[in-house]
C-alpha cells in the first residue's frame, strides 16, 4: 500500500487525475484510484483501503472474465443495434463504489449540523463526450446499478433534453508536452446550466441506466451509511461508421488492445 501511486479521481474541476501517468496508462489495465478525501495532510489514509477506492478502471471489459462476459453479451448488442449503431466498441469500463465510509477523524464540532460526511465524492456536472471524444460525438455510457441507488448514498441527477439542446462543446485533451491534459473548446463555451433545472435518478439495484454521450449529469456526495457500488462501461461509434478516434484523446488503444468491435467480440 505505502508504494501504491496515490492517484485520486476527480472530474472536472481540477485535473490533478488525468495529469499522471498512472491514470493516463490505465486504459488497457486493471487500475485503482482514491476518492479526493482518502488521504490527510500526511498523505495516510483515512479510512480501510477497501472504502478508500473510488473506481477501478478502465479494462475490466477486457481483462476480467466475468466483466467481459456481462460487456459484450448478447443483450447489449441489442441495445446497440436498437440504437443504430454501426460499429460500435467498447471504450472503457469502470467499478464505481462511492464508498460509505466515515471519515477519520471524525468532523470539527462546527460541522456537525450538517449531515455527517462520508468519503464518496461528488461527480460535478458533465457531457461524457468530453472525455470520452469522437468527430462526431458518439459516446453512449451503459451504467449499471449494482446497489440501490438513491438520494441519500449519491444517485445520479440528469438535465432533462440537455442532449438535444447542448451541443459537446469541449473535450478533453492530453496536452502536446506529453504529461497531463487539458480542456479544449469545440465552440464558444456554454456556461453551467442551472443546477435547480435537474432531476434526481434514483434506481434499484440491477438496473441499466443508458446515457446519452452529451446529456449533461452529476452526482451528488454520499452522505449515507450505504455504500453506491455500479459497473459501467462506454461504447463510441468506430471508424468503419465514419467516426474518428484521435490520438488526442487520454485513452489510447494499443496494438495489444485495440478498441474492440462490440457486434464481433463473442461474450
Ligand atoms: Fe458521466
Redesign the pocket.
Known amino acids: 500500500m505505502a508504494t501504491h501511486p496515490k492517484t485520486r479521481f476527480t472530474t472536472m474541476d481540477s485535473d490533478e487525475h488525468v495529469g499522471d501517468d498512472y491514470f493516463l496508462s490505465s486504459g488497457d489495465k486493471v487500475r485503482y484510484f482514491f476518492e479526493v478525501d482518502a488521504f490527510d495532510d500526511k498523505g495516510e489514509l483515512v479510512t480501510d483501503k477497501t472504502k478508500a477506492i473510488n473506481k477501478i478502471g478502465h479494462a475490466l471489459h477486457e481483462l476480467e472474465p466475468e466483466f467481459r462476459k456481462f460487456s459484450f453479451r448478447q443483450g447489449v448488442k441489442d441495445i446497440m443495434h436498437s440504437l443504430q449503431y454501426k460499429d460500435p466498441r467498447i471504450l472503457q469500463s469502470m467499478l464505481i463504489f462511492k464508498a460509505s465510509a466515515r471519515r477519520r477523524p471524525p468532523p470539527p464540532p462546527a460541522a456537525q449540523l450538517l449531515p455527517q460526511p462520508k468519503i464518496g465524492g461528488t461527480?460535478p456536472p458533465?457531457q461524457?463526450s468530453t472525455f470520452l471524444y469522437t468527430n462526431p460525438p458518439s459516446a453512449v455510457?451503459f451504467w449499471f446499478a449494482l446497489e440501490d441507488c438513491t438520494l441519500d448514498n449519491g444517485c445520479m441527477w440528469f438535465l432533462p433534453g440537455s442532449h438535444k439542446t447542448i451541443p459537446v462543446w469541449q473535450r478533453m485533451v492530453r496536452k502536446p508536452t506529453g504529461s497531463g491534459t487539458t480542456f479544449i473548446h469545440l465552440q464558444d463555451p456554454v456556461p453551467d446550466p442551472p443546477e435547480s433545472e435537474y432531476v434526481c435518478a434514483p434506481v434499484s439495484v440491477g438496473s441499466l441506466v443508458l446515457?446519452h454521450g452529451a446529456v449533461y449529469?452529476k452526482s451528488g456526495h454520499n452522505y449515507s451509511d450505504k455504500s453506491r457500488w455500479i459497473y459501467t462501461f462506454h461504447c463510441i461509434e468506430g471508424e468503419d461508421a465514419g467516426h474518428t478516434y484521435d490520438e488526442r484523446n487520454w485513452l489510447q488503444p494499443t496494438k495489444e488492445m485495440p478498441l474492440a468491435k462490440l457486434y464481433e467480440t463473442e461474450a
Do not use: A, L, S, T
Open positions: 461527480v458533465h461524457d455510457g446515457i449529469h
